[in-house]
């Protein structure tokens, strides 16, 4: 399993639990997740934080079967079986990979509308990490 | 100065058991009246419901999240025994750090404790908005017959002074020392049941009835007064039983009766059913909400529909968006294959 320390995971729970991305001052355009250097204009540094809808389409997709998914993911494919993973064109404009739950995987289609919400991602350290993942809406 | 129910929401997740499939395992469902029963994906916990439904609930007011005071989170089946809980629903909703938040935990009968904390509160706030939110998936151990009727489920509820569906009319709780039903020992990571029936029986209705008689008297009402009865529902039999001892009928029940296609959603029972009787009331309606936990304790609490606003999601469309599992895959679901 990819570990991840759980200060390193704290820090980023802003865009996990609540999606704040970040303005561009120089740009207009908005980093998600949040970048270093802006992403679109690759210049600039300085940032505003905006809360981002969570609303969006997918732009592709992949379905993760059995021997697919990452070591912190096969308990959830062994349990519940194939999951769907997507790109998601953000209606702010950054693409975003998430997974998408609450959905038999047969019906997830390109361009179908989804929208962020709170799920468990992974246990790691007897340490629920909770995240987005998208679900029809 | 009057206070109330301003926005409220329910989310059931989508799996389904039916009682056919436990039969098949078992030989039998023990669980009265209840059909099939809801639960939880593998990536969902009683957090993540909670945080579905204060969203929904805020959204149907609609009521920004900074607005909000006061957070009071109920549960009976936490993801950890010490941690604050309500922090996790509280942050990723957008609620201010600074709303003083309480989690409340130990029976069934935490989602009304909750509620009533949050009518408290605006009551001595008048501007100010509090969020309840009840979100519950008991876990029992397979071989015990209790788990056959544990369900899963959420409701949440906006509480203010102003823009009203419900008016609060007023609230009467009972406490009482019973034991031996429905505990969880510190040690043990499920629930225990001494299955002393007739006893655990009189501990439900001596609480009920008394919170339920004494709310009835302090307003100077009579039970048919009432259009809708929400009483708490470890299966789908309990609540007429307690209902006819105080003089309500299946009618007033009726729109409320959510465990007959969810089973037990233990702290969540009472504001899942609420939510089910406020999707169908009518202007002038009145509500009877009569709660349970063992242990024990009994809150009642008797609203006033002022209102036909509802909220965006009914209780109804969440029963009927469902998929089917079987038993294994409940087994899977429940981590009780390990």
Aim: glycine share 8%; with cysteine; net charge positive.
């Amino acid at each position: 399993m990819a570990h991840v320390s759980v200060p390193m995971y704290w820090r980023t729970i802003p865009q996990r639990y609540k999606m704040i991305g970040q303005k561009c001052k120089k740009c207009g355009a908005v980093n998600f997740p949040p970048k270093g250097v802006c992403k679109y204009c690759q210049t600039s540094s300085e940032f505003e934080e905006v809360q981002l809808s969570g609303r969006g389409k997918v732009h592709t997709f992949v379905l993760i079967s059995a021997g697919g998914a990452p070591p912190e993911f096969a308990e959830q494919e062994k349990a519940g079986g194939q999951y769907p993973v997507a790109i998601v064109q953000l209606e702010e404009g950054p693409k975003m990979i998430g997974q998408i739950a609450d959905v038999d995987p047969k019906e997830v289609k390109i361009d179908m509308p989804v929208k962020a919400e709170l799920r468990k991602i992974y246990t790691e350290e007897e340490v629920i990490r909770y995240g987005f993942k998208f679900v029809p809406g | 100065m009057a206070i109330g129910i301003s926005g409220y929401s329910a989310y059931i997740p989508r799996f389904r058991i039916k009682k056919e499939d436990y039969a098949k395992a078992w030989g039998l469902f023990s669980a009265a009246g209840v059909a099939e029963k809801s639960v939880m994906g593998f990536d969902e916990d009683v957090l993540t419901a909670a945080a579905k439904v204060t969203k929904r609930a805020l959204e149907s007011v609609p009521t920004a999240p900074e607005k909000v005071t006061r957070f009071a989170f109920a549960s009976t089946s936490p993801p950890y025994v010490e941690k604050l809980l309500s922090g996790t629903v509280l942050y990723s909703v957008g609620i201010p750090n600074t709303a003083f938040c309480s989690d409340h935990t130990t029976s069934t009968r935490a989602g009304t404790e909750a509620m009533i904390v949050g009518f408290e509160h605006v009551m001595s706030n008048p501007s100010g908005r509090a969020v309840v939110a009840a979100a519950d998936a008991p876990i029992a151990s397979m071989w015990d017959s209790i788990e056959h009727a544990l369900g899963a489920g959420a409701a949440a509820f906006v509480l203010s002074g102003d823009n009203l569906i419900a008016e609060l009319e007023g609230h009467a709780s009972y406490a009482s020392e019973y034991f031996g039903e429905r505990f969880r020992p510190r040690e043990a990571p499920y629930l225990h049941d001494l299955n002393v029936k007739k006893f655990a029986e009189g501990s439900l209705l001596t609480n009920t009835t008394r919170a339920g008689s004494a709310l009835l008297k302090k307003l100077n009402r009579k039970p048919e007064e009432y259009q809708h009865v929400v009483i708490q529902q470890p299966d789908a039999r309990v609540p007429a039983t307690v209902a006819a001892r105080l003089n309500f009928t299946d009618a007033q029940l009726a729109s409320s009766l959510v465990s007959k296609s969810l089973g037990d959603l233990g702290a969540a029972s009472v504001p899942v059913a609420l939510a089910s009787a406020l999707d169908t009331a009518k202007v002038g309606d009145k509500i009877m909400v009569i709660s349970y936990g063992s242990g024990a304790g009994s809150d009642a609490m008797s609203f006033k529909v002022v209102s036909d606003r509802k909220t965006q999601v009914r209780v109804q469309t969440e029963m009927d968006r469902k998929e089917y599992i079987d038993y294994v895959k409940y087994l899977k679901l429940k981590g009780a294959i390990v």
